[in-house]
């Protein structure tokens, strides 16, 4: 049961460098989120797609992009990334957008994605 | 402002005993709460959820009570199991008109240590 498949797990990046976290499900979710956890705090949204060709700004999007490529994929971009990007990130889908934990629709998370700026 | 606030960063607690953690919010628009448990190295993963509407939910070992007009929620774990050592997240939504993420707001995490 592979679920939700983050690449990669580790990385290092210098300031002003680029990078993409790609992200594959494989529940035929409509929904796909993408997550920070920074030290001692909770996790917190950066972007959602609610279905394939849609995409909105969570709480954090300031510093990244993203891609719904397919149903299946959604990317996260850090176009000139900084050391205030230093986080864990979580990918994670759910059968439909809307209410989380309701009957059917629990959201399930990738295993994270450690990122680390210099 | 922290919406979701679980004041206690650890939590030590005997096998079998009972663990009790905790969790307030600030937004009376939260109508949704959930609880996610979480291992070093993987994502979390959802446990036990409660809707407004109700004041307990209960799941196996897990329960999770909800004091509206305190603004609090506990879970509660009985027995507690050496497969129960994880960090504890709250989480809560609002409800949202018109689709969207509806995304939730976290807390910080409540370390559960059960000692054999």
């Known amino acids: 049961n592979a679920g939700v498949t983050q690449t990669p797990k580790f990385q290092v990046l210098k300031t002003g460098q680029s990078m993409t976290l790609q992200c594959a499900q494989d529940?035929?979710?409509?929904?796909m989120y993408w997550y920070r956890q920074d030290p001692g705090m909770g996790l917190r949204l950066i972007y959602y797609?609610?279905?394939?060709?849609?995409?909105d700004k969570g709480e954090v999007p300031n510093g990244y992009n993203v891609s719904r490529l397919n149903k299946r994929e959604f990317s996260l971009r850090l176009e000139s990334a900084a050391p205030s990007q230093t986080s864990v990130y979580f990918c994670a889908s759910s059968s439909r957008g809307g209410r989380q934990g309701v009957s059917g629709n629990t959201i399930y998370f990738g295993e994270g994605s450690w990122l680390t700026v210099v | 402002d922290q919406q979701v606030k679980q004041n206690s960063p650890s939590l030590s607690v005997q096998e079998g005993r009972i663990s009790i953690l905790n969790c307030d919010y600030t937004n009376s628009m939260f109508d949704y709460f959930l609880w996610y448990k979480k291992y070093p190295a993987e994502g979390p993963t959802f446990l036990i959820s409660i809707s407004s509407i109700k004041d307990k939910n209960e799941d196996g070992r897990f329960t999770v009570f909800l004091n509206k007009s305190a603004k609090h929620l506990s879970l509660h774990i009985v027995p507690s199991q050496p497969g129960d050592s994880a960090v504890y997240f709250c989480a809560a939504s609002a409800s949202m008109s018109g689709g969207g993420a509806d995304g939730l707001t976290f807390g910080k995490g409540t370390h559960l240590i059960i000692q054999p």
């Open positions: 797609s609610a279905s394939e060709g849609t995409t």
């Open positions: 529940m035929n979710h409509n929904s």
